[in-house]
């Protein structure tokens, strides 16, 4: 089984709220990624964990936190919810190393109101 | 640091037409590059990959070759079907950067009947 799962698919969520989305995978990858997607944009990737080890691109540093509490499962999370982060959230998991195909999930889509 | 371009946003076909989606790329180190494919409320999926330079990849009708000389990874296709209606994008991982995609904006293709 190849598939990557997200929960939920859809979020509303008001501004300032916390968002906690989730993601899994039973293929035993040992990387797990956060990509995050707008419109007319290219895939951003926000962190990804190399087994038990996060980590997390510059310029989103501050803005998203990450858990892995086993190697099927990570999450997304947003402590503190603005307009900027409506978006598509795109999870994926790979074997580490170079030239390794990513497998996505579908996505879960937040609406920040 | 690392970029992908994808010149064009929407590209629109008969079907039966052949196809070329560009792909141009910037990066000091030696690229895995890779094509994915999302229809429509779908994960993205791997089409194409390669890092070997000059040498043709195919896979459902679709193929590319990777040119270091002129760093692109053109994807083709002979004869269009309504089903590649979709999404496709273009990406690059390299070691340096810990084996994480960078993608293109994405070029949507449409296939008319």
């Known amino acids: 089984d190849t598939t990557v799962k997200q929960n939920p698919r859809y979020k509303l969520a008001r501004v300032g709220k916390p968002v906690n989305l989730i993601c899994s995978q039973t293929m035993n990858h040992d990387t797990m990624y956060w990509y995050q997607k707008k419109p007319n944009q290219a895939p951003k990737l926000l962190l990804f964990?190399?087994?038990?080890?996060?980590?997390r691109e510059a310029d989103t540093f501050e803005k998203f936190q990450s858990s892995r509490p086993n190697n099927s499962f990570c999450s997304l999370y947003i402590g503190s919810a603005g307009l900027e982060y409506s978006a598509m959230y795109l999870c994926?998991?790979?074997?580490?190393?170079?030239?390794?195909?990513?497998?996505f999930g579908p996505g879960t889509r937040l609406t920040v109101l | 640091g690392d970029s992908v371009t994808q010149t064009e946003g929407l590209v629109t076909l008969t079907k039966g037409l052949p196809v070329m989606l560009n792909c141009t790329y910037q990066t000091t180190y030696s690229p895995f590059l890779f094509w994915y494919v999302q229809h429509l409320n779908e994960a993205p999926k791997l089409l194409l990959k390669s890092s070997t330079d000059n040498k043709r990849t195919e896979h459902q009708g679709f193929y590319a070759t990777l040119h270091k000389s002129s760093s692109s990874f053109h994807l083709q296709k002979s004869s269009v079907q309504l089903s590649d209606s979709a999404l496709y994008f273009c990406?690059?991982?390299?070691?340096?950067?810990?084996?994480?995609?960078?993608f293109g904006t994405g070029t949507s293709l449409l296939v008319d009947p």
């Open positions: 994926a998991s790979s074997r580490g190393g170079l030239g390794y195909e990513q497998y």
């Open positions: 964990y190399y087994d038990k080890i996060l980590n």
């Open positions: 990406a690059l991982s390299e070691r340096n950067m810990g084996y994480k995609l960078t």
